[in-house]
């Protein structure tokens, strides 16, 4: 049983044969190692690490080495420096995670689903309807916790920048038409819900539906809430 980053991890334990033999069905809540910030490949986590070394001043001839600088380095430091290991900035990113190793973890979770490489048995998944609030609240525009965050359309474009920093301009614009009122889209609560669909829709909600829809195709049961 598992709630955000703990569901993923309770998805990775699905994937893993290793694992399998210690536990019988599964619950994950709110969290799927599908999301797109869940996993990353190996050579993606090397990037980061050596992007950090980078930063750090820590770059040297071989990982043994950069390993050892950066333990020699004060936590904070890593932690102010860990943020520039993504080419952009976002109020929800892993910098860090779980990484494709080829021991626990043998390729990514979209992969294995998709050739149904996982533990059969049963699964309870579930989410929340308001599952990108949390996040709102750390710094997209107009949001706060001491109001009812009522945000203009304006805002609610400022906010798909922060939240979705690769995505097109036109990605943006098909964001915006599929999300908000076509007709009475002055009303700005529209845009504060509609900012919360957004955020957990692409991290939490259809990341889940995903992963129980594909774990069912074999037979498996997999039940959702």
């Not at 995670?97 to 059969?120: A, E, R, S």
């Not at 109001?147 to 964001?175: A, M, W, Y």
Request: aromatic fraction near 14%; charge should be negative.
């Amino acid at each position: 049983f598992g709630e955000s980053a703990g569901a993923v991890s309770v998805s990775l334990h699905l994937f893993s044969p290793k694992s399998h033999p210690f536990f019988t069905r599964a619950i994950l809540q709110s969290g799927s190692s599908n999301a797109p910030w869940a996993v990353m490949s190996l050579n993606e986590a090397r990037n980061r690490t050596l992007t950090l070394a980078k930063f750090l001043g820590c770059l040297r001839e071989n990982e043994t080495e950069i390993i050892k600088c950066f333990r020699n380095k004060d936590p904070q430091e890593i932690l102010l420096n860990e943020v520039f290991v993504v080419p952009y900035e976002s109020l929800l990113s892993v910098n860090f995670g779980p990484v494709v190793d080829g021991d626990f973890l043998t390729d990514m979770p979209d992969t294995l689903l998709q050739l149904g490489q996982y533990k059969k048995t049963q699964i309870l998944v579930g989410v929340n309807k308001d599952e990108g609030t949390a996040f709102l609240v750390y710094g997209a525009p107009g949001f706060s916790k001491d109001n009812s965050s009522i945000i203009t359309r304006e805002e609610f474009q400022e906010g798909l920048k922060i939240f979705f920093p690769g995505v097109s301009d036109l990605g943006k614009e098909s964001i915006l038409f599929h999300y908000t009122e076509w007709f009475d889209d002055q009303r700005s609560e529209i845009y504060r819900e509609a900012l919360d669909d957004v955020v957990g829709d692409y991290n939490f909600i259809c990341p889940a539906l995903e992963f129980t829809r594909k774990f069912s195709e074999l037979g498996n049961d997999a039940f959702f809430y």
